[in-house]
């Protein structure tokens, strides 16, 4: 059975038809938007110990960042149609076959672009959490942005081809031709500290986008904690698959870890995440699949932006 896919499109497609996002004037804080660019299906007992033995939506949503002075940021690039070309044949084949795919070309974030107001040519960057496929598969859409993503995960994936590339969930395809020639890699996390997580990397330098390591998952991964101008916002990426992970300590069961980059290390991010939630309750938590994080945050953007309608409406 589908969990949430339904309503979250209805909210997604609601949400896209009121979303005109512009860059706010607020030097200190981001403007954020969340695009959701299609899901897969999987098990919940696959994804959190003692899940149900029921089929749930995996959705890839992927954040857009506006910067008054550095322009638009995307925080991975998601589910891209090319995905199901790079997967044919041996062994990628293996991974439509692991993961059904719900996708289309209207779901990429780059045909989603027009809507917001916005051309691929706005994206300046784009923020490579890791080089799993459902969070890169777009980035061939986006040829003149710059590449962020940790030394460790450029390192890690750049060597892997065919079945050593699969085994971590990396599609080489997926990845432009010119990738290391606009990445800047990172290897520095010596910038403000966040409770539990530890010490991040200032993208900007002014502290509204900060780069943190959430090892375990895959190699180098990392999440960005955005200063949203509604408040502040954890792009946690796979440091864990649903929110319920990390509130209630519950990693994915032992068999699923197995495939982890590092297994102590995803548990121990898991129980970070959990200290650093009691820490900031004020921040939204955002795993990348998780339905209830991604629902909640798109009512948000909604009621924000009816509410900013009608007060433009009433000043008229
Ligand atoms: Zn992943
Ligand atoms: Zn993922």
Redesign the pocket.
Known sequence: MLANSGQLSAISHQHSALATPSLTTDDRRLTTHLVDTGYCLASESAMIRGGRRRRIACHAPVALLGHPAHGWTLFDTGYAPRILDAARGWPFALYRLMTPMRLGPRLAVAAQLGALGLTVDDIARVVVS?F?AD?IAGLRDFPRAQFIVSRAAWDDTSRRRGVRALLR?VIPALIPDDFAARATLIDRFDGPVLPALGPTHDLFGDGSALLVPLPG??RGQIGLLARGERGDLLLAA?GCWLSRSYRERRPPPPLINLIADDPRALRATIEKLHDFARARPDVAIVPTHCAEALGRELRRESAALRAMQGATASAQ
């Open positions: 890791h799993h969070h969930g998952h895959a796979d």
